[in-house]
């Protein structure tokens, strides 16, 4: 069973920074991609960033190019989300997924096969 556990959600004045994780568990994911979406109320789904777990090679949505950044650790099984000169408008529930067959369609929410229970992210003006 896959399980995705978000964490490192919270509260940060403009400008901050805050670090998402993801620990995932129930299988080997070395030829999985793992993304990080956003969700506003009323809105849909987005990327905000994926990563192949076993090349490293990552991918922008592109309001948060240059500010934010993906990584994984192999050992611990973990994604991060590094943001950094959070803006207001990021303010979102942040959700970890996971596309088993490394979908073309990456930026697809509907792509991912298993998700984490999502962490908000609130920045203050």
């Known amino acids: 069973q896959v399980q995705l556990v978000e964490s490192g959600g919270g509260l940060v004045q403009a400008g901050g920074s805050l670090r998402l994780s993801c620990a995932a568990s129930?299988?080997?994911?070395?030829?999985?991609?793992m993304g990080w979406f956003r969700q506003a109320p009323g809105k849909e789904r987005e990327l905000v960033a994926a990563?192949?777990?076993?090349?490293?090679?990552?991918l922008y949505g592109d309001s948060v190019k240059g500010r934010f950044t993906i990584s994984r650790d192999n050992a611990k099984s973990t994604v991060y989300l590094q943001m950094n000169s959070l803006k207001p408008e990021d303010t979102d529930v942040y959700y970890c997924?996971?596309?088993?067959?490394?979908?073309?369609?990456?930026?697809?929410?509907?792509?991912?096969?298993?998700w984490g229970q999502g962490t908000q992210v609130t920045v203050s003006s």
């Open positions: 990563i192949r777990w076993y090349s490293g090679t990552t």
């Open positions: 129930g299988r080997t994911f070395s030829s999985c991609r």
């Open positions: 997924a996971v596309d088993l067959d490394v979908s073309v369609y990456y930026w697809r929410p509907d792509e991912y096969d298993y």
